[in-house]
Each structure stands twice: as C-alpha cells, then as structure tokens.
C-alpha cells in the first residue's frame, strides 16, 4: 500500500513536471512570435492611416470596413507572422493562427495604435475650421462696414447729383427746347456730380457683389447712367408742367420736394413705374437672386418713390405724409417684384 502511494506521488509530480515545461515552452514560443505580431499591426495600422476614411471610420465605429487595402499593402510583414508561427508551431499553424486569433482582434489592435493621431486630427481639423469661420466672419463684418460706407456715398453723392441737375432744369425750363434736351443740358452742366454718383454706386455694387469683370462693371455703369438719364428727363417733364402752370414762380421739382399742384401725383406714379423698369434691366442677363434685384430696384427709384408719395399728401388733404409714404412704398414694392419676376 506505501509503495503504492509512493509511485502515484511519483507521476504526479512527473506530470505537473511535464505541464511546467510545456507552459514555459509556450510562452517563450509566444515571446519569440510576439515581434512578428507586432510588425504586422504595425503596418497594418500605419497604413490604415492613410486611408482618406480613416478619421471617418474611427468617429462612426467602422474601421473594420477600411482595413482591406492596409492589409492588402502589408502582405510583407503578415507573411512573416505566418511563417514564423509555422516555425514556432508547427508547419500550417500559421494560416490558421491569421485566419482566426489574428483577425478577431486586428481591428481592436489598430484602433489601439491609431486613435491618438486620429485625435490629433480631429482636433486640428477642429482648429483649422474654428479659424476658417472666424475668418469669414471678420471678413463679411469688413465687407458689411466697407458696404454700408459705400452705400452711404452712393446716397449722399446721388442726392447731390439730382440736386444739380433740378437746380439746372429749373434754369432751363423757360427755354423752348423738350424734355430730353433739357436733361442732356442739365446732365452735361453736372458731369462732375453726374460721374461721382455713378461712381459711387458701382463701387457700392462691387462691394455687395464681391467683384465683379471690368466688362461687366463698364456695362452696369452704362446702364446706370440710362437710368439717371431717364429720372432727369421725368424730372424735367415735371419741371415743365410746374413752369407752365406756375409762369410767375418757377418751383423745384427735384426728387423729394413737394410738387407744384396736387396734379402731379399722376405724373409721380408714372415716374416710379419708368425708373423701376429701367432699373429691373440693369442686371439683365445675370443670374442674381430675385430679392436682391427688388431691393436694388427700390434703392434707386428712392427719390422717385419719395416725390410720388409727396404728390399724394398734396393733392390728398385727409392723408398724412407718412401714410403717403407708406402706400406708395407699398406700390412701388408690388411694381417692382412684378418687374422682377417675383411670385407672390
């Protein structure tokens, strides 16, 4: 019975002795296999990076999706795991080792490698965008001063265009010659305001319009002046109604004063109609929005607008100046957005 114990004390020990050495074979089988696993991912996730979804894959969870081609350019290094697996392992163990454990936990083992560069990238693009929209932003505030100091020129200088130009009609208006060679007189004696208000509004149109060909501005120009051509020819249709009704007192009938007799609201309106239609063509031919147009529109019809409503108020006791203004504004919006193409 003793010897008994002491032989099945023996193969135990002989046995774990066995399972000791087979372990400390395996994991230095394992230490000489690691480097081998090591250069593969390595590769795999060094190109992996430079996949143009790497960033993408990684934020959605889907790297998995992109990692063939990394492969595909790392045939070197997994070859050289597969083999030296077959060497450790025994011939055909390494296939099997990358077919299963290796591709189980690949994508796991890049995005381990990868993800602090795909951080950085993140946060730089991050950066980059931040200092792209500030930016544009400090850009459209420089724009938006540089065009409201234009459009104030514009305004300023137009008023004082129109302001010589009625000076000189009323001059003129005795004379016997017509309308339109009046506003050619009136035109030529304020050449100088004349070409400063034009100016002035194609540098507030290449402001708001972010530049523009010197072909096309030469063309926007040409058709501006048809415009003021044609209010300095309604204004001095007017002026020859007022001096015929009025031969003692000569009035002013330039943009924004009150008529000479509360007939001339007829005569305002149509004015507003000619300049709005003249204005509608300035950008025919281009593509621009429809809103913006209308606003143009109204921006340069300002003086006829405002002689229109003040032919209202004077030839209507009961309305206020204001609701004068405020009704034929609202025509003039209708006309325009007609002229324009607006669909209500």
């Not at 400063?196 to 030469?218: H, R, W, Y």
């Not at 001095?236 to 007192?249: D, E, W």
Request: net charge neutral; with cysteine; charged share 25%.
């Amino acid at each position: 019975m003793f010897i008994r114990s002491i032989i099945a004390l023996l193969a135990a020990m002989s046995v774990s002795a066995a399972l000791a050495q087979t372990s400390a074979e395996e994991q230095q089988r394992r230490r000489a296999h690691l480097p081998s696993i090591r250069a593969a991912t390595d590769c795999i996730a060094r190109e992996a990076l430079r996949e143009p979804l790497a960033v993408d894959a990684v934020q959605q969870n889907r790297l998995h999706e992109i990692l063939r081609d990394p492969m595909l350019r790392c045939t070197g290094p997994i070859g050289f795991m597969i083999s030296e697996h077959d060497r450790l392992y025994g011939w055909g163990t390494g296939r099997a080792f990358f077919d299963g454990p290796y591709l189980q936990d690949v994508t796991r083992a890049v995005l381990a490698r990868i993800k602090p560069d795909v951080d950085r990238r993140v946060t730089e693009a991050g950066r980059l965008e931040a200092e792209r929209q500030a930016q544009v932003a400090r850009a459209e505030a420089e724009r938006r001063q540089r065009l409201q100091i234009a459009e104030q020129a514009r305004n300023l200088l137009r008023d004082r265009m129109y302001e010589c130009t009625t000076r000189q009609l009323v001059d003129l208006v005795s004379s016997s010659e017509n309308a339109n060679v009046l506003a050619t007189a009136a035109m030529t004696i304020c050449r100088r305001e004349v070409d400063q208000a034009l100016d002035a509004a194609l540098e507030a149109f290449t402001v708001e319009n972010g530049g523009s060909g010197s072909a096309d501005l030469a063309q926007f120009r040409n058709r501006l002046r048809d415009v003021v051509r044609e209010n300095v020819v309604t204004n001095a249709v007017q002026a020859r109604a007022a001096s015929s009704s009025t031969p003692t007192q000569p009035r002013s009938m330039a943009p924004a004063t009150q008529p000479a007799n509360a007939n001339a609201s007829g005569t305002g309106q149509t004015a507003v109609r000619d300049c709005l239609r003249s204005a509608s063509k300035l950008r025919e031919g281009k593509l621009v929005a429809q809103d913006e147009l209308v606003k143009t529109m109204l921006e340069l019809c300002r003086p006829e607008i405002e002689t229109a409503a003040r032919n209202v108020f004077a030839a209507d006791p009961v309305i206020t100046l204001d609701k004068a203004r405020e009704n034929t504004l609202t025509q003039a919006v209708t006309e325009a957005r007609t002229l324009a193409g607006v669909t209500p």
